[in-house]
């Protein structure tokens, strides 16, 4: 009956946990490298980030 138990909540409970904390960390993982990437696909030749880097990093509210 204690073995029952001890399933019914790793079933019920660790193992939900476990997939929600390791995708989490999937996600924050691929969003640095895609943000990454995305930095280095966007710099003109003498190093400067190009229209599409400087509109992504702007601020919508600025001009406000």
Do not use: F
Not at 16 to 42: E, K, M, Q, T
Request: aromatic share 4%.
């Amino acid at each position: 009956m204690v073995g029952a138990v001890i399933i019914v909540l790793v079933l019920v409970v660790v193992i939900p946990v476990g997939v929600v904390v390791s995708g989490a960390a999937g996600a924050g993982l691929l969003g640095w490298l895609i943000g990454r990437d995305r930095d280095l696909a966007n710099i003109d030749d003498d190093g400067r980030p190009n229209e599409y880097l400087r509109l992504a990093d702007s601020d919508p509210w600025e001009h406000g």
